[in-house]
């Protein structure tokens, strides 16, 4: 038997998060509140809440860009990481799950560290960069619509520093970056094949990319790519 062929059931889930992760009563009340939303599966789940928490403190970041923040989960972990004087800019298309975040956000303490961004990233991030902040970022997080991912991708490198890092989330698509046919009622919806292509795409570019020093695909979650800058 190979570590791949473990089987993680139900079960087994259950015992990792009962050893591993630690959540706040806010981070827990507004999991079950997103819960109720009809695409609650764009939601990470609580253990890559945890390691994206472990990242902020791993390496010190104090400036965080989220793209794509939904009901706001992942912003929350990482913010509730963040030092005092940090700062998490939330960029998304949508405010209509903003009354679910920000109270949890309030709840927690750090709603003051999220500077929540209405509309295109790819518009916000260019503006970051012509208002001087290229360089300046010590992580990016992607989480958003699959077929602007290099757009995304290519201004995150701009915006961090070196040894900052880009992560990237659902690289792996459910196994769809293998065979589509995985992909059955809500998620073939939401999952099409300009998505597939633009994650593959994307994967193989990073591989690929001699401006990244080291990287790693994590089965986390969805696929977790984390890419460390030169």
């Not at 699959?146 to 991708?153: A, H």
């Not at 193989?204 to 790693?216: F, G, H, N, Q, Y």
Request: hydrophobic residues 45%.
């Amino acid at each position: 038997m190979e570590k791949h062929d473990i089987d993680y059931t139900p079960a087994l889930w259950n015992y990792i998060h009962g050893v591993s992760v630690r959540e706040s009563e806010a981070q827990v009340s507004l999991r079950a509140e997103t819960l109720k939303d009809k695409y609650a599966i764009m939601q990470i789940p609580p253990e890559q809440g945890q390691f994206m928490a472990f990242l902020v403190k791993a390496i010190g970041a104090k400036r965080i860009i989220e793209i794509g923040t939904y009901t706001g989960y992942s912003a929350l972990c990482m913010a509730q990481a963040l030092p005092a004087d940090g700062t998490l800019v939330a960029c998304d298309l949508y405010d209509a799950w903003l009354p679910i975040a920000r109270p949890h956000w309030e709840q927690a303490g750090v709603a003051g560290k999220i500077d929540f961004r209405l509309g295109d990233a790819v518009d916000t991030m260019d503006g970051l960069i012509a208002d001087g902040q290229s360089g300046t970022y010590d992580l990016v997080f992607i989480d958003a619509d699959k077929p602007n991912l290099d757009r995304y991708y290519e201004r995150a490198l701009a915006l961090l520093r070196p040894g900052g890092i880009v992560a990237v989330d659902n690289v792996l698509l459910f196994g769809a970056v293998l065979d589509k046919t995985v992909l059955t009622g809500q998620l073939a919806v939401l999952i099409g094949d300009d998505a597939i292509a633009a994650v593959q795409d994307l994967n193989a570019k990073i591989a690929a990319d001699p401006r990244v020093e080291t990287l790693s695909l994590l089965p986390i979650g969805d696929g977790l790519t984390l890419a460390l800058k030169r």
